[in-house]
């Protein structure tokens, strides 16, 4: 009970000192003199950041100079004090104010300094990285929505770019701005992009019958949003030449893998060389197929020498590679 009675005692002499000593102790040595505004930066700021301090003890005023009042408020934001709270938290500094003259308005403002980044750099710069990533492609990019004006403080800045989910064509893709200033982190902004692809596509050019053999003049490229496209397009002719369709197919219908017959490369019965990858080994034994492949297709094989049967896949006409 003694120490806080103490303590308050302190609080009010030190207030009841800036409230009224005035210029009656001039004589004694050191006056403060606090001003009306004050731009202050960093994370605190003191007493001699918001006020003049003249007298001679030059070794004193440094230490009153150096008295923390409180947190800086955000960039750009003012907090205002009276001197009734500049004295309650000078009282918490334990310094003794004794012979000192205090001219402190009755209210006084302090504001953080900032410096402005704009919503429109950050989308700019973004939206560079973007493209430096996809060059030598046929891309547009949006922005979607609108992106905030940023304060912070004052310091050199310095802005990274990350994907954190990589780019995407058939939704938005999210992009974090990371603003360093002074060597800090500062702010993260999360900004979205419409992202579009185009590609020259094979377009079926007149209508084909199932199980029409493909011909150079069925073709034509048009260029398409591939976001918008189903899998397994084409962009080369040659990958689809002499090939068949399952089914009927309209003019303007972009061909797709799974439109296509592909030649059996395998049949039923045949001997083949089954390729078993273990790590960065291949193992070879001989086999016999069960089923009818195409290249790329999962089909049954035999191993001759076991005479287990395993999945593996078509990769020529005597070749089946499977995955330990």
Same mark, same amino acid.
């Given at each position: 009970m003694k120490i806080k009675l103490y303590r308050l005692t302190m609080v009010l002499l030190c207030v009841a000192g800036i409230l009224f000593i005035g210029n009656s102790a001039k004589a004694q040595g050191l006056t403060i003199n606090v001003a009306a505004e004050s731009l202050v930066s960093g994370q605190y700021f003191t007493l001699g950041d918001i006020a003049t301090i003249s007298g001679e003890d030059n070794q004193r005023?440094?230490?009153l100079r150096q008295i923390r009042l409180g947190n800086t408020p955000a960039p750009g934001r003012s907090v205002v004090l009276t001197g009734e709270l500049l004295g309650v938290r000078l009282s918490a500094s334990h310094t003794d104010f004794t012979g000192i003259s205090w001219q402190v308005p009755p209210q006084f403002r302090i504001t953080a300094l900032s410096q402005l980044i704009t919503g429109q750099r950050?989308?700019?710069?973004?939206?560079?990285?973007?493209?430096? &990533?996809?060059?030598?492609?046929?891309?547009?990019?949006?922005?979607?929505? &609108?992106?905030?004006?940023?304060?912070?403080?004052?310091?050199?800045?310095?802005?990274?770019?990350?994907?954190?989910?990589?780019?995407?064509?058939?939704?938005?893709?999210?992009v974090t701005v990371g603003i360093t200033v002074a060597g800090q982190l500062y702010n993260k902004a999360n900004l979205r992009f419409d992202i579009k692809k185009y590609e020259q596509v094979a377009v079926v050019s007149r209508a084909l019958a199932a199980r029409e053999l493909i011909d150079s003049a069925d073709i034509t490229f048009e260029r398409r949003?591939?976001? &918008?496209?189903?899998?397994?397009?084409?962009?080369?002719?040659? @990958?689809?030449?002499?090939?068949?369709?399952?089914r009927q197919l309209a003019p303007g219908t972009a061909i797709?893998?799974?439109?296509?017959? @592909?030649?059996?490369?395998?049949?039923?019965?045949?001997?083949?060389r089954i390729?078993?990858?273990i790590g960065h080994i291949a193992v070879s034994v001989p086999g016999i197929a069960l089923q009818n492949g195409s290249q790329g297709?999962?089909? &049954?094989?035999?191993?001759?020498?076991?005479? @287990?049967?395993?999945?593996?896949?078509?990769?020529?006409e005597t070749t089946i590679q499977t995955h330990i």
């Open positions: 005023i440094d230490n950050l989308v700019d710069q973004a939206e560079n990285y973007l493209k430096e &990533r996809l060059v030598g492609s046929d891309i547009v990019i949006t922005p979607a929505g &609108r992106t905030q004006d940023v304060l912070v403080p004052p310091g050199e800045i310095v802005v990274t770019i990350e994907l954190p989910y990589g780019v995407k064509y058939n939704a938005p893709t999210n949003d591939i976001g &918008r496209m189903p899998p397994g397009y084409f962009t080369d002719l040659n @990958k689809i030449l002499g090939l068949s369709v399952k797709t893998d799974s439109m296509l017959e @592909k030649p059996i490369l395998v049949k039923r019965g045949k001997t083949v390729v078993a990858q297709q999962f089909i &049954r094989v035999q191993n001759a020498n076991s005479k @287990k049967m395993i999945t593996g896949q078509v990769v020529d």
